[in-house]
């Protein structure tokens, strides 16, 4: 009887371990599910005239499909509206994120810290849609038009919490005998921020820099209320751009320029996951 | 720079969150408030018409509050199987190991991958799949996007669950071992309830991401206005009804949207905000 049971809680202890196994290998599949069918589709379609030349009017595509060509033209408006954007997004959010994550690591018991540390929460969890229509109001409203700034605004408030996040949590996990040393050579704050606890935190800035990014440039939903989308190359900040995103969207709705959906979000994927792995790396590199 | 003006500057950087996210909710109070004066509050939480024909515009969030909630439950329960058993497997059987690494990577690069490809392999793969196994004559709905959902929150729940998992102390699960317990029981009697509220916690931050989740959800659900009768029925989110009609809309139907919107920010913050508080009182424990 007692062997019985025994064996029965064994063979129970095995099952929950092969079953955990086993739903943990099946999680992976999705992942190259998804990266085998972008590859598979997309990998033919990635050549320098897809990199290099603007979207093809419905038109055209048509025209090329009803020949039996492959469709001409690329996605390069969506690349220079992407970089672009982010560009000048990052340009606004990186200081600014450093300097507020500063304040958050230097004062964690103030009363005004703890608020914008809660209000940097509630920003990134905020779902982008919603940025995308608050965007909308700020911007394209008094403007009287969609626009890359509007755009670059979208970006700018999605990277601004994630930039804060990384540099506090960074700063706040450096030694403090670092700043102490700093301070006691005869450094003042600021100088001790500047030479001493930036120059030890850049790793972790500088990865968390990068996982923003690899975040946002795969946003669809803001930009389509802010930077709309243009079939041109264009570099005006005051008139509506592409993204690279907002292109895969656009190819996914129009049933001419369906064959051009896959190249798209290859080179999409490619840059995301590897600003991903980069990111992973560095920070592994710089834990050691 | 002296200590006062270094001070000072980072005073004034930090001013940015408060300045912002008033902004945001400024901007979606005004610009939702045509809609609430116009149907009421209540009336427009509770209403389920949306018919915009001129001269009797007649605009509700219930279908789309409904498809928000039954999307992110089923996504919800869809997670559950998986997301736990990584945890288990990253922080618990293979805890530090390079196979833990490398699974942690792999959900990494899934937490990774942007909504729209998400979406696209949704409707390309998922949805022939279930228009073949008979679930559903038109593949999208509710069921096809909550699946997909399902995929994308794993990461989020898994990740941090494991963060709690591994925390455990070893001397507690020890302690259980000596006893004579098994692996299974020490996971059921001492891992589970130790790490349970983080882990509950992480479960909750995963539905904040579900709610808000936008082009999956626009691509996969069917895009109709009405409130969906079962899982496999089509319907719209709150957040998919802002995606396919904010471009087009005008006047009360984009008070209207930005209404939804605002309904939308105010369910993921205080999700958010639970969430968050449970976390910190899970890691002080």
Known sequence: ?288 | MNDKLYNILLFVAALIMPVVCGGVVYALVTDAYEAFEHFGFFKFLTSSEWSYTEGSEQYGALPFITGTLMTTLLALIFCIPFSLPVALFVGEYFKGTRIAAILSTVTDLLAGIPSIIYGLWGFYTLRPLIMALNISPQGSGILTASLVLAIMIVPYAASLSAEFIKMVPNDLKEGAYSLGATRAEVIRKVVFPVAGSGIFSSYILAIGRALGETMTVTMLIGNTNNIPDSITSTGNSMASIIANQFGEADDLRLSSLIAIGLILFMITAFINMIGKIMIKRARIA
């Open chain 1, 1 to 288: 009887m007692d062997k019985l049971k025994i064996r029965n809680r064994l063979a129970k202890d095995k099952a929950l371990k092969w079953g955990v196994c086993l739903l943990a290998a099946l999680t992976a599949i999705p992942l190259f599910a998804i990266l085998g069918e972008v590859f598979w589709r997309g990998y033919d379609q990635l050549s320098w005239s897809f990199l290099t030349e603007p979207t093809p009017t419905a038109y055209k595509a048509m025209k090329a499909i009803e020949a039996g060509e492959p469709i001409p033209g690329g996605i390069a408006n969506g690349i220079i509206g992407t970089m672009l954007m982010l560009g000048m997004a990052a340009v606004v959010a990186v200081p600014i994120g450093i300097l507020c994550g500063a304040f958050l690591a230097e004062n964690p018991k103030n009363r005004f810290a703890q608020t914008v540390s809660y209000l940097t929460d509630l920003l990134q969890g905020t779902p982008s849609v919603i940025i995308g229509i608050v965007v909308y109001i700020w911007v394209v409203v008094p403007m009287k038009g969609y626009s890359a700034i509007a755009g670059s605004v979208a970006l700018f408030v999605m990277m601004l919490p994630l930039i804060i996040r990384s540099t506090e949590e960074t700063l706040k996990i450096l030694p403090a005998s670092l700043k102490e040393a700093g301070l006691a050579l005869g450094g003042n704050r600021a100088r001790v921020m500047l030479k001493v606890q930036l120059p030890a935190a850049f790793g972790g800035i500088f990865t968390g820099i990068l996982l923003a990014i690899s975040r946002v440039i795969g946003e669809t939903a803001p930009l389509m209320f802010t930077a709309l989308g243009c079939s041109f190359i264009r570099f005006a900040v005051d008139k509506p751009i592409s993204a690279v995103p907002l292109l895969i969207w656009e190819f996914f709705n129009d049933p001419n320029l369906q064959e051009l959906i896959w190249g798209a979000s290859l080179f999409l994927l490619l840059f995301v996951l590897t600003l991903n792995l980069t990111a992973k790396y560095l920070a592994k590199r710089w834990n050691q």
